[in-house]
C-alpha cells in the first residue's frame, strides 16, 4: 500500500513570496490532517479535512494560509504572504476513520515525509 | 485544554533499556499515542494505550496510568538505530484530532 505522498520535499522562498504544499493521502483515507512542526518541537494541527470538508481549521492562521481539499482527495496548502516563522517541516496525515471519537479505539494517523520550508 | 511533558533529551548505551516518560493533562481521555520519528523524516507509529497496563510489542512496550496521567515508552535492547524522537500524543476529547508533547531525543551511544 502506497503511503502518504507530499510534495516539494523542500522549498526556500523569501519573506512575502507565496508557496504551496500538496499532499495525497493513503487510497480510502477519508480523513486528512495538515501539522506544522518548527523544529524541536512536536506536530500543531493546522487543519483537519473530512473528505472535502473542514472538520477543524481554528488554528489555523487564516489571514496567511489556505487550505484545500476539494475532491476529497489531494489536498494543498498554501502561505501567501510567508513570514520567517513560517519556517518549519509541514506534515500531511491521513487516517481512515469517520465521525467523532465517542470513546472508541482510535484509528491511526499515517504521516507523509514532509515538506521542509525555510523562509528568509 | 491538554498539557504533554515529556524530557527533551536523553542518553543510553547501545544495548541498554531506556523509559521515556510522558505525563498529561486532558478532559475526556481517550487513549495515548507514542511515535517515533528520526530526523528529517515522518512520525511512525509505535503504540496506543487506551487501557491502564502494559503493552508489549517486541523490544518496545508502552504503559498507562490513566489514574496518574503517566504513559511511558520503554525500549529494550537498545540499537544505534533507535537514535530518534520520542512524541507522545493525546486525542483531543470528543476527536481524533492529536496533541502532540515536544518529543523526547534519544541518542543511543556505542
Known amino acids: 500500500e502506497a503511503g502518504v505522498a507530499q510534495s516539494p520535499r523542500y522549498k526556500i522562498i523569501e519573506k512575502r513570496q507565496s508557496v504551496a504544499f500538496w499532499c495525497n493521502p493513503i487510497?480510502?483515507?477519508?480523513?486528512l490532517y495538515w501539522y506544522q512542526q518548527i523544529l524541536g518541537q512536536g506536530p500543531k494541527l493546522l487543519i483537519q479535512?473530512?473528505?472535502?470538508?473542514?472538520?477543524?481549521d481554528s488554528q489555523l492562521p487564516k489571514d496567511r494560509f489556505s487550505a484545500e481539499r476539494l475532491k476529497g482527495v489531494d489536498s494543498t496548502l498554501k502561505i501567501q504572504p510567508a513570514k520567517l516563522e513560517d519556517s518549519a517541516v509541514y506534515l500531511c496525515?491521513?487516517?481512515?476513520?469517520?465521525?467523532?471519537?465517542?470513546?472508541?479505539?482510535?484509528?491511526?494517523?499515517?504521516f507523509g515525509p514532509g515538506t521542509r520550508l525555510l523562509v528568509l | 485544554g491538554q498539557n504533554i511533558d515529556q524530557p527533551t533529551e536523553m542518553t543510553a548505551t547501545e544495548g541498554a533499556i531506556v523509559q521515556i516518560n510522558c505525563t498529561y493533562q486532558?478532559?475526556?481521555?481517550?487513549?495515548l499515542f507514542w511515535y517515533q520519528q528520526h530526523a528529517g523524516e515522518a512520525p511512525t507509529f509505535l503504540s496506543y494505550?487506551?487501557?491502564?497496563g502494559l503493552e508489549e510489542k517486541g523490544r518496545f512496550s508502552s504503559f498507562l496510568s490513566r489514574s496518574k496521567g503517566y504513559s511511558y515508552l520503554l525500549l529494550k535492547e537498545l540499537q544505534m538505530k533507535d537514535s530518534a524522537s520520542y512524541l507522545c500524543a493525546v486525542p483531543k476529547a470528543g476527536s481524533y484530532q492529536l496533541t502532540f508533547g515536544k518529543g523526547t531525543k534519544l541518542s543511543v551511544i556505542p
Open positions: 486532558t478532559s475526556g481521555f481517550n487513549g
Open positions: 496525515a491521513s487516517s481512515s476513520h469517520l465521525g467523532l471519537a465517542g470513546g472508541r479505539p482510535q484509528e491511526t494517523q499515517y
Open positions: 487510497s480510502g483515507h477519508a480523513t
Open positions: 479535512f473530512q473528505n472535502n470538508g473542514v472538520v477543524d
Open positions: 494505550n487506551v487501557l491502564d
